[in-house]
Nanobody, 120 residues
Framework: QVQLAESGGGLAQAGGSLRLSCAAS????????MGWFRQAPGKEREFVAD????????GYGDSVKGRFTISRDNAKNTVYLQMNSLQPEDTAVYYC?????????????WGQGTQVTVSS
């Protein structure tokens, strides 16, 4: 089992930045890939970014490429999402997820989510 706890959400202005964190516990953190997803009201959950077990591979959804950066610190059992140049359309609940393997999906464990609201 893996427990995930997101933090760092809040209110930002368009063009601003936020950094989300996701602390993991329960299994060896370096043993699995991590991802970020988001869900806006009335929309399906959307892939944002993922990172493999050692940070050697990252992937991004088209809507966030060039603006968001995913990273991880295996010593701190934490994955981060640095969000720059935020836009109102980035408003959503952001979830972190842990994969069942070292490389990527499927996503076996989910956090409770943290709200990000971007005002224009």
């Amino acid at each position: 089992q893996v427990q995930l706890a997101e933090s760092g959400g809040g209110l930002a202005q368009a063009g601003g930045s936020l950094r989300l964190s996701c602390a993991a516990s329960g299994r060896t953190f370096s043993g699995y890939a991590m991802g970020w997803f988001r869900q806006a009201p009335g929309k399906e959950r959307e892939f944002v970014a993922d990172i493999n077990w050692n940070g050697g591979r990252t992937g991004y959804g088209d809507s966030v490429k060039g603006r968001f950066t995913i990273s991880r610190d295996n010593a701190k059992n934490t994955v981060y999402l640095q969000m720059n140049s935020l836009q109102p359309e980035d408003t959503a609940v952001y979830y972190c997820a842990a994969a069942s393997n070292m490389w990527g999906g499927p996503w076996a464990y989910w956090g409770q989510g943290t709200q990000v609201t971007v005002s224009s």
